[in-house]
């Protein structure tokens, strides 16, 4: 199975200052790679995601970077906001046109904006 | 559309008892999950489904067991109750096409206390 890991597990910034956090995964077959943000008492929810044959992805203040050769993954957001706190989670995985059997995801970066 | 749908939101039981986590999702997705969420622990998959009839053991499967007779539901029964299973659990449907692989669509949670 895929192995998983987020750093960091909490990360605080001041509103206006940039936010990146890393994925770091082990099956190198995976090809579909999703971040997903939940806020409190909320289910996640997906923000960004990238595929195996794209290096880069950018959405307005997020932006998502994969490094296929080293097996990671990177969220970064721009221009931080208070909206921006929450909890942040990697899901790496196989997309095989089939598709969904279930996600394997990270252990979540909680991210703090401080004002 | 109201999405991914689950109830109850939150529930106590007592050890030994029963229940049943119900989820229900009216966007015609093949595919639903059930995932639990414990402090830093990220989300683990217990059980999925890809259509109606047919479901599958995840990562945590011992204790809770599914059926999926229709298409917009995917129950969670839990038939003696354990205090390992206090936990939030989140229901999550998805589609699959060209443009947007194993997008999952989670419900609001149900807060489990098992004493």
């Known amino acids: 199975g895929e192995n998983v890991e987020q750093h960091p597990s909490t990360l605080s910034v001041q509103e206006g200052d940039s936010a990146v956090i890393k994925c770091t995964y082990s099956?190198?077959?995976?090809?579909?790679f999703p971040w997903y943000k939940q806020e409190l008492g909320k289910g996640p929810q997906l923000i960004i995601d990238?595929?195996?044959?794209?290096g880069e992805k950018k959405d307005q203040r997020i932006a998502v970077t994969l490094n296929k050769t080293a097996k990671h993954f990177s969220l970064h957001i721009t221009e931080t906001q208070p909206e921006d706190s929450a909890v942040y989670f990697c899901?790496?995985?196989?997309?095989?046109?089939?598709?969904?059997?279930?996600?394997?995801f990270g252990k979540g970066t909680h991210l703090i904006i401080q004002p | 559309n109201a999405g991914v749908t689950q109830t109850p939101k939150f529930q106590v039981l007592k050890t030994g008892q029963s229940m049943t986590l119900q989820c229900a999702q009216d966007?015609?997705?093949?595919?639903m999950s059930w995932y639990r969420q414990d402090p830093g622990m990220g989300l683990r998959l217990i059980h999925y489904?890809?259509?109606?009839?047919?479901?599958d053991q995840g990562e945590v499967p011992n204790g809770y067991n599914v059926s999926r007779s229709t298409t917009e539901d995917f129950p969670l029964r839990l038939l003696s109750a354990a205090p390992s299973q206090t936990s939030v659990y989140f229901c999550?449907?998805?589609?699959?096409?060209?443009?947007?692989?194993?997008?999952?669509?989670f419900g609001p949670g149900t807060r489990l206390t098992v004493t």
């Open positions: 999550a449907s998805s589609y699959s096409d060209n443009r947007t692989p194993y997008e999952q669509y």
């Open positions: 099956d190198s077959a995976s090809n579909y």
């Open positions: 990238i595929r195996s044959n794209v």
């Open positions: 899901a790496p995985s196989q997309y095989s046109g089939g598709g969904a059997d279930g996600l394997t």
């Open positions: 966007m015609n997705h093949e595919y």
């Open positions: 489904s890809v259509g109606a009839g047919i479901t």
